[in-house]
Each structure stands twice: as C-alpha cells, then as structure tokens.
C-alpha cells in the first residue's frame, strides 16, 4: 500500500510527479489518515461525525476521504512521505499541504469545514443542504475567554497525556504508562519499552493532570452547557 | 511577593473574597507572569512588541499588565495559584479566567486584541489611535491552510523542543538537552537532572526536528512573506 498514491485517489500518481488536469483538480479531495484504534486520530472522526450530523455530511463527504491504515504501516517508507513522525492523526489537504499532530487537523477542520466566525458559528436549519445563520453549532465558544479555556484543556491534554514530547526510542507519551511494557514482549516493540520507574512517574502524572482537570471543568460538558473540542479531545483518551 | 494579590493590583483583594466595585471593575487588567530568562514566555513580550508598533499599543497598555517574576518564584504556593503547573507564561484575564501554556496565551491575545477575523485582520493608519480597516498586520495568515502550516511549525515547536510532556522529577523538554547537567549541580537541581543516555536522544531529536524544518520553512519569514506567530515562537529558542 502506498500512501503517496493513496493520498490521490483521482489520479493514482504522486502530486509531486503529475500536473494534475483541471478534472483530477476538481476531483482531488483532502486525505484523512487514520488508525482504528488510536486516540488521538478518534477525535478528528468525532468532529466529522458531530459536524456530519449538524447539516455538513455531505461538504465533508465531497470533501474529505478517510484512509484507515494498519498499526504496522506507521513505520512504513509510504507513511514516512505523509508524516515524517511516523503518527496518526495526518491530513493531507487538497492544496497539498501535510498536515499532523491532532490539535492543528482539528483547528484546519474548524477553520475550513466548521464554524463561521463571522455568521457565529450558525447554520440554517437541519440536515442535509442546510446554510449557515440557524443556531449555533457549539463546537468552539462565543467569547474569547471561552475558547482559551477550552484550548487549554486540549493542550493539557495533548502535552501531558497523549504525546511523547520526543521520537527517540523509549521516550513515550504519559498515557503509555496504563499499557507499555518494561521489556520486549509481544504487544511491546523494544523502542517503546517504560522501565518500572518511569511508570510510577508518569502514572502519578496522570492522577495529577486528572485531579486539576475534575477541578476546572463545568457542567453537563467539560467547558458548560455545549460540546467543544475539549469534549472530543478528553473522551475517546478517557475511554481508551 | 504574593501573586494572588498581584494580578488584581486595583484591589489588593483575591478575586475570589471581594465583590469588586464598578471602579474596580473598570480598572481591572489582565495579567502576563513573565520570567526574564523564558523563551516560551519571549514570544508573548514579542507579540505584544509587534502589535504594540502596530497601532496597539495604548490597547495592550490598558488592558494588560506584566508581572516579571524570578525563576525562585516559579516554585512558590502563591504561584502556584496563578499556575499549579510552576511554569511561566501564565496569564489571567480581566474576568479571572487563569491560563497557561504559551500557545494558549498566544491564541487568546491574538482572538482578543489582535486581527479581527471579520476585519482580514488590517487596521487604518499606524501608531498610536489607528482603527481596523487599514494594510493587514499578517501575524496570522490569511487562507485556512497557511494558518494550519503556521499551527504546525508552533505544534512541533512546543512538543519536540520546548516543553516537558511530564511534571515528575527528571523528566525534561528537548531543549534541556543544551544546558541540563546530569547531576546536582549550582545550575541544575536535582528535580531537573538528565541522565547521558537522555541527553544523546534529546540531542538528536533536535537535529531531527531542526532538520524536518530546514525543508519545510518558507521565505523570508519560516512562512513566507510575512511575519507569523511560527516566528515569534522559534526566534526566542534559536536565540536561547
């Protein structure tokens, strides 16, 4: 499987190696790359099925193609041409631009596909072909105080949770320490191996990062009465 | 020095024990803790240079006050309240709302006092009184996908470089690599040693992701013709 060809479907060649026609222009669509059973790629599917339900099913469907790979491409020479990070979530938009880390597909997403800053975030009625103006689809705050507090606990999140802060061997995210392996076994390749004290560290991370989190967050969702980012940031990480 | 009293410098009260007077209120500002020697905290002080040369200044002015604390202080229960985390930049806004993390900061300034979305982002004339209106400022680009090229460089500034993804004991940015001694020493406590193994990765995940950039960046600005927050975000930790 190669996903320089994946990534251009219309026209089965590298971008870098055809002039795409003014058809295979029209018909190239920006890439979704993404693993089953990864959290932080979860939330890019969340926002799109969230957004799906709230009148844009079928701009995102004309405008975005999933392509859902194996744990074991990661590490593949296609894969490194799409993230050099060898992680998913990777987005490749339609211009060509290569895009990773969730939080950055997640604002690109919002900004391109989402919310109208200028129409307040509102579209026209329900379902399919419904226009922007109706009520607001909630999915970023009205008020600037708002959106950075649900920004922080995204980044809370992303930096002391879900992602290692370095792509060497063995330096793995605070969440690795609920299912990694101190020594190679079958579940745990040898360049992502948590010795024993490293474990305790980063399990007392995560009761740390938790006990600020049950302090600061508001009610029915994390950031008060509608759904945010931080909502589908936090729930596919607490369920994992 | 208790910076639960600093950050409400009109009312020498915590914002939690006094109702504030209309007067109070009026004069309430938010509040930037800085530490002088911080890269992460440079890029706030830069944004608020930029903007301020930018016809801002007198808006910044007003609504915004920096606190300049000492490293020492970053460990002390008042900090603590400002930011349980112990890191500089922090800042609270004017409505009491506390924030950390540097990006989160730039984000805020950048929604509250910077380009106005609806506006393109331009204010008319320049110095002190301009208004919206005139040549766009350009710290935040101005398609979807040159704003998430400049979210990506910010990201993996952040993660790969400058921030530990764990609060523990020796546990420690990329960046630390360049000046963290592996035993106790007058510059290095022991809550911040490194180890050699650690240092040797850290060391090459910086020649990895400065490498990754080197073929990325555009020019003259790391996203081509204008200034971004991608550049107020690496200038002070190339500097560093």
């Given at each position: 499987?190669?996903f320089?060809?994946?990534?251009?479907?219309?026209?089965?060649?590298?971008?870098?190696?055809?002039?795409?026609?003014?058809?295979?222009?029209t018909?190239?669509k920006?890439?979704?790359?993404?693993?089953?059973?990864?959290?932080?790629?979860?939330?890019?599917?969340?926002?799109?099925?969230?957004?799906?339900?709230?009148?844009?099913?079928?701009?995102?469907?004309?405008?975005?193609?999933?392509?859902?790979?194996?744990?074991?491409?990661?590490c593949?020479?296609?894969?490194?041409?799409?993230?050099?990070?060898?992680?998913?979530?990777?987005?490749?938009?339609?211009?060509?631009?290569?895009?990773?880390?969730?939080?950055?597909?997640?604002?690109?997403?919002?900004?391109?596909?989402?919310?109208?800053?200028?129409?307040?975030?509102?579209?026209?009625?329900?379902?399919?072909?419904?226009?922007?103006?109706?009520?607001?689809?909630?999915?970023?705050?009205?008020?600037p105080?708002?959106?950075?507090?649900?920004?922080?606990?995204?980044?809370?999140?992303?930096?002391?949770?879900?992602s290692p802060?370095?792509?060497?061997?063995?330096?793995?995210?605070?969440?690795?320490?609920m299912?990694?392996?101190?020594?190679?076994?079958?579940?745990?390749?040898?360049?992502?191996?948590m010795?024993?004290?490293?474990?305790?560290?980063?399990?007392?991370?995560?009761?740390?990062?938790?006990?600020?989190?049950?302090?600061?967050?508001?009610?029915?969702?994390?950031?008060?009465?509608?759904?945010?980012?931080?909502?589908?940031?936090?729930?596919?990480?607490?369920?994992?």
């Amino acid at each position: 499987l190669d996903f320089a060809l994946v990534r251009m479907p219309s026209s089965a060649k590298s971008i870098e190696h055809s002039e795409p026609s003014a058809t295979s222009q029209t018909r190239r669509k920006c890439v979704f790359y993404d693993v089953a059973h990864s959290n932080n790629a979860a939330r890019i599917r969340l926002w799109m099925r969230v957004q799906g339900g709230r009148g844009r099913r079928r701009l995102l469907e004309d405008s975005i193609e999933t392509v859902t790979i194996g744990h074991d491409d990661l590490c593949s020479e296609s894969y490194a041409r799409v993230n050099p990070l060898g992680k998913v979530p990777a987005f490749v938009t339609d211009a060509g631009l290569h895009l990773f880390e969730a939080s950055v597909i997640m604002g690109y997403l919002e900004d391109r596909f989402g919310d109208d800053p200028a129409s307040g975030g509102r579209i026209d009625g329900e379902g399919e072909g419904a226009t922007r103006g109706g009520p607001s689809l909630g999915l970023v705050p009205d008020t600037p105080d708002d959106r950075a507090f649900v920004n922080l606990l995204v980044r809370i999140h992303d930096l002391y949770i879900a992602s290692p802060n370095c792509t060497q061997p063995s330096f793995s995210h605070t969440q690795g320490c609920m299912y990694l392996d101190p020594t190679e076994t079958e579940f745990t390749p040898a360049s992502r191996t948590m010795d024993v004290k490293t474990r305790a560290a980063k399990a007392a991370e995560i009761f740390k990062q938790l006990g600020w989190l049950e302090g600061r967050i508001r009610r029915p969702f994390m950031a008060g009465e509608s759904m945010t980012h931080a909502d589908l940031t936090w729930f596919p990480t607490s369920v994992f």
